[in-house]
């Protein structure tokens, strides 16, 4: 009784793969996977080719906005998107800058002298241009990215893009690996810790100790490749060309609603800001 007692008392484990529920304001959570991605590939895509200021700099400021209003944050992601997109957009500047052909630039104004060298303002342009590109294609990328997983992105391809589920479910089992490696990791490092393996200090201790979790990591990842196998066997994995879906990721009306808004968009934004040079 007493160790029934113990093991009804013992904590449940928490799926690691589970994502909980977001609120209803929180709308970017509950979008189709493939309606988020849809949405900003063709904005992401002709950013690519612009090289004026304006145009990124729009889809940068309502990227951000849309990220802030319908994704669910932390602490360290809000920081991260307010605090140091800015700092590497002027880190990005400074660095295009310098790279810049001098004689691309040389009949501008000056910005900066060091000693024999330079700073033309155009190529602070083109260094504030590209910059404020790469930020707002990675700004369109967390749409999708910050409220999305892997499991359900795989989901959507295969039941709306009629990917094999042969190809989608083994790149599910793929993704999960990654979160089992690191648990394993910890556990290993416990353990060598328990048995006082510390290996004393520095960076040569530390590749010494990085060598001795490669081995009992790559058994553990072969039992759990083992295992995955022979489940996906007693399941009939690839014995049918369908198979029934447990988990649906339906796309509604509201996914059509987010692409078509998204879309037209990206298309008056480019309409409007973009410097097209008609003949």
Do not use: C
């Amino acid at each position: 009784m007493r160790g029934l007692r113990q093991a009804s008392n013992a904590p449940v484990p928490i799926d690691p793969y589970a994502e909980a529920e977001a609120p209803a304001s929180r709308y970017l959570h509950h979008l189709n996977p493939l309606a988020k991605l849809g949405a900003v590939v063709p904005a992401m895509v002709l950013l690519v080719f612009t090289r004026d200021l304006a145009t990124p700099a729009v889809f940068l400021a309502l990227a951000v906005l849309v990220v802030l209003t319908g994704a669910r944050l932390t602490r360290r992601a809000l920081m991260l998107l307010l605090v140091g997109m800015p700092a590497g957009i002027v880190l990005l500047t400074v660095g295009f800058s310098v790279w810049v052909d001098p004689t691309l630039v040389s009949d501008t104004a000056s910005v900066l002298r060091v000693g024999g060298w330079t700073l033309r303002e155009d190529a602070v342009a083109i260094g504030l241009a590209t910059a404020l590109r790469l930020a707002a294609i990675l700004a369109l990328a967390l749409i999708g990215g910050l409220t999305t997983s892997g499991p359900d992105l795989v989901r959507a391809a295969v039941q709306h893009l009629h990917v094999p589920y042969r190809i989608g479910y083994a790149a599910l089992a793929a993704y999960r690996f990654v979160p089992r490696f690191g648990y394993e990791l910890s556990v290993i490092r416990a353990a060598h810790r328990v048995r006082g393996h510390h290996g004393g200090r520095g960076p040569f201790a530390r590749v010494a100790r990085g060598w001795g979790y490669i081995v009992p990591l790559l058994a553990g990842a072969i039992r759990h490749a083992e295992r995955i196998a022979l489940a996906m066997d007693s399941r009939a994995f690839g014995a049918h060309p369908t198979r029934t879906e447990r988990h649906l990721v339906p796309f509604r009306a509201r996914d059509v609603v987010f692409v078509v808004a998204v879309l037209t968009a990206s298309a008056v934004v480019f309409a409007v800001t973009f410097p097209w040079q008609l003949p």
